[in-house]
């Protein structure tokens, strides 16, 4: 029998389950102090809702799980590969959210605002920081157009991080469609657009010469691809010379609308800025885009958008839908190195003699709860030792059943 865990799942020890909670619960109860109410949904999705569900990249992630018994055997039988499987774990949890509103939309509010922390599962190279299993934290506002909700989850989510003690942040935004149309009038073709802005979105690692190189390779229209390559070399990728692009200003007013009222709102205690190559990996987004950037850590710490054709998929009408997520893990890696402690209830071990009565022993824990951790265990023989391996394991102070001392292990209280 194997003692680790599969390759790109981890166990997580007290201390790290500690600061995990805390985060989680420091996260929702911003989010629910602002009328966002948590729902759950199944690990496991229908294999034709993953497929369809345009999610980029991650759709080659998925873990694919065997149809059973007969169906397996039949399935096998025809030797088509893809007939195999008829659900899949879950890669994020846009898609589930989208069903369920589907199918529960006759008894939820409108707007409808959702909280969801879970786990989610790709099948991606484990590395540091990237597992196969993790959580998301995300909140989402169902059925307002308006960028009213753009506005709120970002605050919301802002709010969340800085209750958790990150500071410096920055929210990158951009609207799909503004870049759309930008990238249409300098040539690029309609039909080719995705493919363009995939390029586009490794601005960032290999620079506007990258960038052009790889749509030269696409064979982009050279004319275009000059086009894009004076515009990023011009060092003035500002709204308002986007602007000067576009027929149509509307998604450049709403983008500024949205950026003005967010830095009321911070206060200074976090930045918006509008970034012209955010594009976000998966294909559901329809709008504007969104991602939080940290300038002491690598990568983002948080992303999302409006992804208003998601749930048409299921109901064949359109509803308007946005959300934010929280880079959960990333978050909790980087507490992790800081070796952050969570404000949670000191430790405090009550200790008892073989012939205690039990019942009273636990009494006395309940009296004793409430600044300490109460943990009950048999007092050794040997106390000297034990009160070490109990200051070792982070324990504050001992009580003792048979007597009204107290033993301060380390800086007193």
Do not use: W
């Not at 865990?5 to 629910?32: A, F, H, N, T, W």
């Not at 597992?131 to 970002?154: K, V």
């Not at 060092?235 to 000067?244: D, H, P, Q």
């Amino acid at each position: 029998m194997k003692i680790n865990p599969l390759k790109g799942m981890k166990d997580y020890l007290p201390d790290e389950m500690r600061l995990r909670d805390y985060v989680q619960q420091s996260i929702l109860s911003v989010y629910r102090a602002n009328g966002f109410e948590r729902i759950s949904t199944p690990m496991l999705e229908d294999a034709e809702n993953l497929d369809k569900s345009e999610g980029g990249d991650n759709l080659n992630l998925i873990f694919k799980v065997l149809k059973r018994g007969e169906k397996l055997e039949a399935a096998l039988a025809k030797g088509d590969e893809k007939s195999l499987s008829d659900m899949g774990l879950r890669y994020d949890l846009t898609l589930p959210l989208s069903r369920f509103y589907a199918a529960n939309r006759a008894v939820l509010p409108t707007p409808f605002k959702v909280i969801q922390t879970d786990r989610v599962f790709r099948a991606e190279r484990p590395q540091k920081g990237r597992l196969r299993e993790f959580i998301q934290c995300d909140i989402d506002i169902l059925g307002d157009d308006s960028i009213n909700a753009e506005i709120e989850l970002i605050d919301v989510t802002a709010r969340a991080l800085l209750s958790i003690g990150f500071k410096d942040f920055t929210v990158n935004i951009n609207d799909r469609r503004l870049l759309h149309g930008m990238l249409e009038s300098m040539g690029f073709e309609k039909d080719t657009l995705q493919s363009v802005c995939i390029s586009f979105d490794k601005l960032d690692k290999i620079g506007a010469d990258g960038v052009c190189a790889e749509l030269t390779s696409k064979e982009c229209p050279a004319e275009a691809v000059e086009k894009l390559r004076d515009f990023l070399n011009s060092g003035e990728c500002s709204l308002e010379r986007i602007a000067l692009c576009m027929e149509d200003k509307t998604y450049v007013e709403n983008l500024q609308r949205i950026i003005d009222t967010v830095n009321k709102l911070s206060s200074g205690a976090y930045g918006i800025s509008y970034c012209p190559s955010l594009v976000r990996g998966q294909g559901y987004y329809t709008g504007v885009v969104f991602e939080i950037a940290c300038k002491d850590f690598p990568g983002a710490i948080g992303g999302g958008g409006r992804y208003d054709g998601m749930i048409g998929k299921f109901l064949g009408q359109n509803v308007s839908a946005v959300g934010f997520s929280i880079g959960f893990e990333r978050i909790c890696a980087i507490l992790m190195d800081q070796n952050y402690q969570p404000p949670v209830a000191k430790k405090m071990a009550l200790l008892y003699r073989d012939d205690a009565d039990f019942a009273e022993v636990l009494m006395k824990a309940r009296r004793l709860q409430g600044e300490y951790a109460v943990t009950v265990m048999p007092q050794a023989r040997k106390l000297g030792k034990q009160l070490g391996a109990l200051e070792t394991a982070g324990y504050a102070a001992v009580a003792f059943f048979d007597n009204e001392d107290i033993k301060y292990l380390g800086q007193k209280g």
